[in-house]
Nanobody
Framework: QVQLVESGGGLVQAGGSLRLSCLAS????????MGWYRQPPGNQRELVAK???????NYADSVNGRFTISRDNAKNTGYLQLNSLKPEDTGVYFC????????????WGQGTQVTVSS
């Protein structure tokens, strides 16, 4: 069983930056693929970035070059660095984890709100 807790959301102006963190419980986190989904207001949840246990990353086209996903397995923590934020990046950001993929993850955090003002 894995429990995930996000932190680091907030209100920021367009062009600004935020760093989200995802603290995981459980000893198997290092073997899991983890990722970040977001849910804009009135829209479906979408995957924005993922990172495998080996460190391979993948990004949605809409955030590629602006967001960076990383992980520190020794600290059981994943991160999402959000740069050059746009109003359309507004939404609730969820951390997710599973093995071997996170196409339909079993484990979710509670979400953290990111609001980007224009």
């Amino acid at each position: 069983q894995v429990q995930l807790v996000e932190s680091g959301g907030g209100l920021v102006q367009a062009g600004g930056s935020l760093r989200l963190s995802c603290l995981a419980s459980g000893s198997f986190f290092g073997t899991y693929t983890m990722g970040w989904y977001r849910q804009p207001p009135g829209n479906q949840r979408e995957l924005v970035a993922k990172i495998t246990s080996g460190g391979s990353t993948n990004y949605a086209d809409s955030v590629n070059g602006r967001f960076t996903i990383s992980r520190d397995n020794a600290k059981n923590t994943g991160y999402l660095q959000l740069n050059s934020l746009k109003p359309e990046d507004t939404g609730v950001y969820f951390c997710a984890a599973d093995w071997p993929t996170i196409s339909r993850p079993r484990y979710w955090g509670q979400g953290t709100q990111v609001t980007v003002s224009s």
